[in-house]
């Protein structure tokens, strides 16, 4: 991306580059329009996260480029991709980490058998997985301390933890 950003710079001057980027990211919230950019697509990683796709046309020939910008608090705002329309890939949304919930302590099984046993049978419990699956809805879009503390505290009453699915 930064070659071919360096090789617009260096068609259009830098000064012409900065006016543009900030104009992209003036319709990105859709508070101003602009005849040279179009913003195609918006997709949301999580409610303060979102990436824009879309393109601006310039020069004389309408020279069309294609971008995809990243907008929240995980990254400030980034230039993803800034390419020719012809080179541009669609984004692909990263998947969400999902999160189970496992006993506070790593070796239950080992250290208490019969407690172990009762973890397994809450697994099929409709508090169990309302839980989970109420925790990895507001961790995506809702990501705050506040929802963290709330589900911790909820699973830690009943010895319990969230866990990265993909760590186990």
């Not at 259009?12 to 990211?25: A, C, H, N, Q």
């Not at 503390?149 to 969230?162: D, N």
């Amino acid at each position: 991306m930064s070659d071919l950003l360096d090789e617009f710079v260096a068609k259009y001057g830098e000064g012409f580059t900065d006016k543009l980027i900030e104009e992209v990211f003036d319709c990105l919230d859709d508070s101003s329009k602009s005849s040279r950019v179009s913003v195609i697509d918006k997709h949301e990683l999580n409610i303060l996260n979102h990436v824009y796709e879309g393109c601006v046309y310039v020069g004389n020939d309408e020279e069309e480029w294609s971008f995809q910008i990243e907008s929240g608090n995980n990254n400030g705002t980034v230039i993803l991709q800034w390419c020719r329309e012809e080179e541009s890939t669609p984004f692909e949304p990263p998947k969400p980490t999902r999160f189970r919930l496992v006993p506070r302590n790593d070796n239950l099984q080992a250290d208490k058998p019969a407690m172990y046993d009762v973890y397994l049978g809450w697994k099929n419990e409709e508090w169990f997985q309302d839980l989970e699956r109420s925790y990895n809805y507001d961790r995506h879009f809702s990501p705050t301390n506040k929802i963290e503390t709330h589900y911790r505290e909820k699973a830690a009453a009943r010895g319990l933890k969230f866990t990265c699915e993909e760590s186990e």
